[in-house]
């Protein structure tokens, strides 16, 4: 009996460990990645995962003509420099941080409204370890007002 | 007697986890015996072609902060009739509703306060924090929210930081106790509540050269992103249908109907990278054509779908 309720002991602390996992990527989306998009106002829309080294993810989203955005692209210090490329319909690579010293962030205004993807790689680690690390990764938007 | 500690406290917490899971068992309340078909609903376009499923995959819609920031910057002006009803908040008891509301009320709150709507603002606000609240969504907007709200109401930046910080505590709660289903609800109610108020500014005003309406019309790139997010959520982690969700696909069919009649082109963008200010300009051309009489039906569908949303 002892064995099964130490089982259920085991199942919820695995769980609850898990979530605070996750609850670690809201703090680092909200406390640091989103100081990176000062003096742009976050657009409040939240993309965080944990990934691992050699990992890939891929964001989708419609931009807007006249407007300014700031893209900032974060991952937590377990990491390497994440890196990202943005991409048009046309599949050309419209920015490549990687030949920007791989900064975190990218300005951009747009002439006219387009779907870009944004491609974010977790490079693998130079040093030898024994297990490829994780952390968070987030992806976060700011806008700035723009007059009619 | 240690033991029997031991399994008395065991005991305790494993009766504590299996209510939580019947809570939220009882809490996503999907009833079966809707219709559960979903027509071709996911559009084909050129920059969803290489999507590689391995890879994570976020998609993501203006949120109502932005919506609200791009139906100014064309020119809109401020209608108050034109927002959800406060009263309305009574009505909604469902997730489904109050996911649906909490953006409607989120993207009236944004709207409201880049037009400097004080009062309206907190009324907004609290009816957001009601939404958030029927959804266990727990202090995404807390009473120091509030506070701060009501100590800068003069300070437009100040109240557009509030608003887009809580609407990440919303959606950074939801996904992160996998609810990704409602987290995807929430921006759709957000962004109908968008193009509605676009749209009836519009009104009966000629489309031609028209930048309120061309915006509408450019919809037709979220609404791809819209048909992804929704068609990424339409089975639970168990194989069986979200049935929430696939009502709202098929609600949305005659959206993607209207739209389908909408051209949207883009020329081959490119980068021109300034110095000075440090922000490169993408250069590019994008064409949007639609019939005065297409328009009207996109309006009409419109209307339907945030009628249904609000009841």
């Given at each position: 009996m002892r064995k099964v309720y130490l089982f259920f002991l085991i199942v919820l602390i695995a769980a609850f460990t898990a979530n605070q996992g996750y609850s670690q990527c809201k703090g680092f989306a909200k406390?640091?990645?989103?100081?990176?998009l000062i003096p742009y106002i976050h657009d409040g829309n939240y993309h965080a995962a944990i990934l691992t080294e050699g990992e890939e993810a891929e964001l989708y989203k419609t931009f807007y003509g006249g407007q300014e955005y700031r893209i900032a692209i974060c991952g937590s210090d377990a990491l390497s420099d994440i890196q990202f490329q943005i991409i048009d319909s046309y599949k050309n690579?419209?920015?490549?941080n990687t030949q920007h010293n791989k900064t975190r962030v990218w300005d951009f205004k747009l002439e006219a409204s387009q779907q870009l993807k944004i491609a974010v790689k977790v490079p693998a680690s130079t040093q030898e370890t024994e297990y490829p690390a994780s952390g968070c990764v987030a992806i976060m938007f700011g806008v700035k007002q723009t007059t009619p | 007697m240690q033991q029997k500690n031991f399994v008395s406290l065991c005991n305790k917490i494993l009766v504590a986890f299996l209510l939580a899971i019947s809570i939220t068992a009882c809490k996503?309340?999907?009833?079966?015996?809707?219709?559960e078909t979903i027509q071709d609903f996911v559009a084909e376009d050129e920059i969803f072609n290489d999507i590689d499923k391995a890879k994570k995959i976020f998609y993501s819609l203006p949120s109502p902060l932005e919506t609200a920031m791009i139906i100014k910057s064309a020119g809109a002006e401020y209608d108050q009739?034109?927002?959800?009803?406060?009263?309305?908040?009574?009505?909604y008891l469902n997730n489904r509703s109050m996911a649906l509301n909490l953006g409607i009320y989120t993207t009236d709150l944004s709207f409201a306060s880049l037009f400097d709507q004080t009062q309206t603002s907190i009324n907004y606000m609290e009816a957001s924090k009601k939404m958030a609240e029927g959804l266990d969504i727990t202090d995404a907007i807390d009473e120091e929210t509030m506070n701060r709200l009501k100590d800068n109401l003069n300070n437009r930046e100040v109240v557009m930081d509030i608003i887009s910080e809580t609407f990440l505590n919303s959606s950074a709660y939801l996904k992160e106790n996998e609810r990704q289903d409602v987290a995807s609800i929430v921006l759709v109610g957000g962004w109908v509540e968008g193009l509605y108020i676009a749209t009836e500014l519009v009104?009966?005003?000629?489309?031609?050269?028209?930048k309120l309406a061309d915006r509408i019309l450019e919809q037709k790139l979220s609404f791809n992103i819209v048909q992804r997010l929704l068609d990424d959520n339409k089975s639970k982690a168990d194989g069986k249908p979200n049935v929430d969700i696939v009502n709202l696909i098929n609600e949305m069919n005659e959206l993607k109907t209207a739209f389908d009649k909408v051209t949207v082109t883009t020329t081959e963008p490119s980068v021109v990278e300034n110095k000075e200010t440090g922000v490169s300009d993408i250069k590019s051309k994008t064409t949007v054509s639609v019939s005065p009489e297409d328009f009207k039906m996109l309006q009409a569908s419109i209307r339907k779908l945030r009628t249904s949303f609000i009841q």
């Open positions: 406390k640091i990645c989103k100081l990176e690579v419209l920015y490549d | 996503s309340g999907n009833k079966t015996n809707k219709d009739e034109l927002l959800n009803s406060l009263d309305n908040t009574e009505k009104g009966d005003k000629s489309i031609k050269d028209n």
